[in-house]
């Protein structure tokens, strides 16, 4: 088979020399218990489009049930991976969720996914290479597109064989994302998601079909949802959100979700536009400048505040949020969005002095002047801009410090102290330190 050799080469070149290492010694070990190896999903699937990964995705087949006594068996993914662990002492092996997925870790962070194909419990036919066919093919059945279908045999005598139920060799090939059935789009609208992402990742098409489905899909999670219903796994769609909204594509996923109809999961009535767009940009740029001199600012977080701005507008801005488990500061900012907005915009005229402007935006932190920045006009926005590079960071010529050198008692009017002479400093009509400690004698006398 000429995609074998392919691979092959392939996997030389965008293995690391330990991760064959590991590979082989699996697959020795699963041809010791005579199981069938599998390298599943993505791993496989950016093999062939010969992009490197550091992502092993296992499967493995027994050929026969699990024998139990009465207990709830061990997967065959976890036998595999502790024999594996007697070859690598040094790792640690945990076990995750009802399918008995095994994860190895090696002391440096290495680690390998190992999972037991999901039939294992049913009963088998006779026949043994059938049953494990069928038993992966079930396995590789449950994913989301044909080419994260694929399975590469890693071990007996069809290793190096690639396993393709659904056509995904020939979807690579043509660059297409395509669903394995109808229904998966309303069994897991997070795919939606899912598709964008690889499409604009991998620079993929959506088959003609495969975004029919997504986009009754959407219709349908929106009926539901204008009921109360939200049917659809906020976490999984969370995470998938942050993915495509911190990737350098972010504005393609947008535009492709909006083509999908995903977005009005988020909102019925959000759409893109050029304007929104321009908003997304801005709140990205500022929070990138704007971090290496504030490194408190959410800059990590710059998914969940494009999400912001996106929703801010409706009022059911906060709701949405929570369900997306926005973190604390996000709801805060959702919900103090309009009045601080309606508040402060017609108060930012651009005549008005530097210390004034600081006051206003004083109870702001940074992320929050960023957010409202980002929907601001210009000459605001200017204000904004100046007040977060220099006049919320300007330098007091006078501290506590040298006013208790002055004879001044240490208590709370020193903050009346310093913020009377921060506005001066601010509007510079106080530039030097004899100015400040005038200025500090005349209006605070000392008794
Ligand atoms: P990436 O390179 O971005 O990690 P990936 O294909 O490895 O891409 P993962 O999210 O790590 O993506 O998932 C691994 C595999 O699990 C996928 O290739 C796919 O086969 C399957 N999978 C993940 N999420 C879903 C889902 N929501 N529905 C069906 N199958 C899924």
Redesign the pocket.
């Known amino acids: 088979h000429p995609e074998r050799n392919r691979l092959q080469v392939q996997m030389q070149k965008l293995l690391s020399p330990r991760y064959r290492d590991i590979l082989q010694q699996a697959a020795l070990a699963a041809d010791r218990m005579n199981l069938q190896l599998y390298l ?4 496989v ?2 093999f062939l489009l010969n992009l490197a ?1 550091d ?1 092993l ?1 296992l499967v493995v087949d027994g050929n026969h049930p699990l024998v139990t006594n009465g207990e709830e068996p061990e997967g065959w993914g976890v036998k595999l991976a502790r024999s594996l662990q007697t070859i690598y002492p040094k790792t640690k092996l945990e076990i995750h969720g009802k399918f008995q997925t095994a994860a190895l870790t090696w002391p440096d962070g290495l680690w390998i996914d190992i999972a037991t194909a999901r039939t294992e419990f049913y009963p088998y036919p006779a026949a043994l290479p059938e049953v494990a066919a069928s038993s992966i093919q079930q396995d ?1 059945y ?4 044909t ?3 694929l399975a590469l045999h890693l071990n007996g005598s069809h290793a190096g064989q690639i396993l393709d139920f659904f056509g995904g060799l020939e979807d690579l090939e043509n660059r297409t994302i395509r669903v394995l059935h109808p229904n ?1 789009f309303i ?2 609208p ?2 939606i998601v ?1 598709a964008v ?2 499409a604009v ?1 991998l620079g993929f098409q959506l088959d003609g079909r495969t975004r029919e489905y997504a986009q009754s899909a959407s219709s349908l999670v929106q009926r539901y949802r204008s009921k109360g219903i939200w049917a659809y796994q906020n976490t ?1 769609l969370k995470q ?1 959100l942050r ?1 495509v909204l911190t990737a350098s594509y972010w504005v393609q996923a947008l535009y492709q979700l909006d083509e999908l109809g995903a977005l009005q999961y988020l909102h019925p009535k959000l759409a893109i536009s050029q304007e929104l767009l321009q908003q997304l940009r801005r709140v990205g740029a500022w929070l990138f400048h704007f971090s290496s001199i504030y490194p408190d600012i959410e800059r990590h977080n710059i998914w969940q505040v494009r999400l912001e701005l996106a929703i801010a507008p409706y009022p059911e801005a906060v709701e949405v949020a929570e369900r997306l488990h926005f973190n604390q500061a996000g709801l805060n900012r959702l919900a103090n969005f309009h009045a601080w907005r309606d508040r402060l915009f017609p108060q930012l005229t651009a005549d008005l002095p530097p210390s004034q402007v600081a006051k206003l935006l004083e109870r702001l932190n940074v992320t929050e002047a960023i957010v409202l920045a980002a929907v601001a006009p210009a000459s605001i926005r200017r204000l904004l801009y100046r007040y977060l590079s220099d006049w919320n960071l300007i330098k007091m010529p006078l501290g506590g410090h040298e006013l208790k050198q002055m004879g001044y008692k240490p208590g709370r009017h020193y903050q009346t102290i310093l913020n009377a002479l921060r506005e001066k400093v601010l509007d510079r009509e106080i530039t030097t330190v004899a100015e400040a400690e005038t200025f500090v004698k005349q209006q605070f006398p000392l008794p």
């Open positions: 599943v999903g993505g791993t699937r950016d990964t992502d995705d590789l449950r994913r989301d597109f080419i994260n279908a998966s069994e897991d997070t795919r899912r992402r690889f990742r999984r998938e993915y």
